[in-house]
């Protein structure tokens, strides 16, 4: 083997320090029918999906995989180009549109990711002489967002309001002009908790505060007909949703009113400077978006039903000795602490046919490891009754 160059022995360095329980692997799984999912490696048997965000178990739904396939055909695989070149598709501006009246908003863009879109928000409300006050758990793309835009932050207590005001009070005291800028997510991804979003929105209104919230986790199974906890409040200048999730597709949005949108058009390099979202993704989250809505229409709001059934897991969990896991949505992630046990439950619940990933730091805080346990809505019955004999005494 070569010898290793200075820089190389540094990063080898670094990774020999990581800890065996913090250290990430890939694994590679062949989606199975429905929620199973098929570990591919020797002698490992099928596991029913408990980890991943396809809360609707919509990626494999038939008319989603058809529309996506027919886009396939008449489209080709990728757009060849950025969306202000040559890349734009009848898939992109049909789905845009659908998005923006589903969620009552001027214009919706779509961007290659949820990571860029975050990106792109922060980076269209903030410069070097904003303050950002972001929820001290925020995903990691709004971070980025606000280290790309120079900005100052300031991070607030986990969906605590009181904290929030003071801030924004102190803020106002001293630089009554400045530009403020709030980020907040509808469902956090790793704690399951929502904040109160009409408190969220009062307070920016409130101190002339933009607010972006990330719906990535809530849209299609949280609000109104599953159109987000930010559904009615039109002063919210930017809702990020992300198709990757509860859509089965791939991809994200931005969504907002005519001025906010126009000026990501123009002055977005995260929206002007990548490859257009593949077609065929656009034109499968379009014909999942119709689903939902459809579903919706037949009072039989599948976010609903989802949160029903969150709620007897929850019970469930809490009567066989486990801590409540917290908020009331799909994810529920059961606290457990140290790094060890996390992932020794987590091979305890592989060992019985159910997957389901410890969560570590830094992903989570120090000393908060946890098993995120997500609900889908294909998930057989008797999934739970598996889950609490898998998980044995606390
Ligand atoms: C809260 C939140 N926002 C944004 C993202 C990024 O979305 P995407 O997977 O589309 O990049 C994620 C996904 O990990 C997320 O959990």
Known sequence: MAELSAWQKELAAQLNALPSQRRRQLRSFAAGTGSSLEPQAPGATGLLDLASNDYLGLSQHPAVTAAASAELQRSGLGAGASRLVSGTRTAHTALESALA??????????????????????????????????????????????????????????????????RLAATRDHSPGRRLLVLSESLFSMEGTSPDVAGLTALCERFGAALVLDEAHALGVLGPGGRGLGMGHSTIALISGTLGKAFGSGGAFLAGDATTMAWMLQSSAAFRYTTALAPPLAAGALAALRWIQTEDHQGAAVGERLLQRAARWRQALVSAGWPRPAGVGPILPLLIGSDTRALALQQQLEHAGLLSVAIRPPTVPEGTARLRLVLRRDLPRGTLERLIKALGAP
């Open 101 to 166: 009246t589903w969620l009552d908003r001027d214009q919706a863009l779509l961007f290659p990711s949820g990571f860029q879109a975050n990106l792109a928000a922060v980076s269209a409300l903030a410069d070097r002489h904003t303050l950002v006050l972001a929820d001290r758990l925020i995903h990691h793309s709004l971070l980025a967002g606000v280290r790309s835009a120079g900005a100052r932050l300031q991070r607030f207590r986990h969906n605590d309001l009181a904290d929030l005001e003071r």
